[in-house]
């Protein structure tokens, strides 16, 4: 598994940012999930996707603004962010996990990582 992920920036508050998660390598996984970490804070959990059968999971925070997709013939997973707030500010990873997820969960369950992409929220 190799995973690129791209697509950050610095944007206003309300404003939308799609980022990718492109994976070259060799599947094995059983999901995509993506997490973010804020300076000063602790690595947390935002979104995952089960890659076979898309079910998605959310964090209470970006419930509603942010929607997670897979694209299975790029190898590419998304996450499509609205409503952008101060507070999104973060460096944003993907991650792979071949654990079966059921909800939000740790990033201790993530196995591979790939490099974070930072979003920047400012007005």
């Known amino acids: 598994v190799q995973l690129q992920a791209s697509g950050g920036g610095l944007i206003q508050p309300g404003e939308s940012l799609r980022l990718s998660c492109a994976n070259s390598?060799?599947?094995?996984?059983?999901?995509v999930g993506w997490f973010r970490q804020a300076p000063g804070k602790e690595r947390e959990f935002v979104a995952a996707i089960s890659w076979r059968n898309a079910n998605k999971f959310y964090s209470e925070d970006v419930k509603g603004r942010f929607t997670i997709s897979r694209d299975a013939a790029q190898n590419t997973v998304y996450l499509q962010m609205n409503s952008l707030k101060l507070e999104d500010t973060a460096v944003y990873y993907c991650a792979t996990t071949t654990r079966r997820i059921f909800g939000p969960s740790s990033s201790d369950l993530f196995e591979f990582w790939g490099q974070g992409t930072l979003v920047t929220v400012s007005s």
């Open positions: 390598g060799r599947y094995g996984f059983y999901a």
